[in-house]
């Protein structure tokens, strides 16, 4: 069956980095564009970042040069850097795989930027 397991969440200190690591089984990966989102206590969910399948990206403006997604189709894989942490980037980070209708999350991984 489909599963999208993210890994690499915690707590950081404000200007810190993390890397955030998504590991995707039961589809054929290298078809899917790829995207983190994020959805912070109270607010809603949204897009962070996104690898299309041919290994173009794009950004939200608030993670604009401190966030860099990348994939590695060998592995099933792809992650997140983040760089300068701010308190506000404190939320739960989904992983989530889409092509046409098919559309699969994962369970979350909670960052917390705090010192």
């Known amino acids: 069956q489909v599963q999208l397991v993210e890994s690499g969440g915690g707590l950081v200190q404000p200007g810190g980095s993390l890397r955030l690591s998504c590991a995707a089984s039961g589809f054929t990966f290298r078809n899917y564009d790829m995207n983190w989102y994020r959805q912070a206590p109270g607010k809603e969910r949204e897009l962070v970042a996104t690898?299309?399948?041919?290994?173009?990206?794009n950004y939200a403006d608030s993670v604009k040069g401190r966030f860099i997604i990348s994939r590695d189709n060998a592995k099933n894989t792809v992650y997140l850097q983040m760089n300068s942490l701010k308190p506000e980037d404190t939320a739960v980070y989904y992983c989530?795989?889409?092509?046409?209708?098919?559309?699969?999350w994962g369970k979350g991984t909670l960052v917390t930027v705090s010192s």
């Open positions: 989530n795989a889409r092509r046409l209708h098919w559309n699969y």
């Open positions: 690898i299309t399948l041919g290994g173009n990206t």
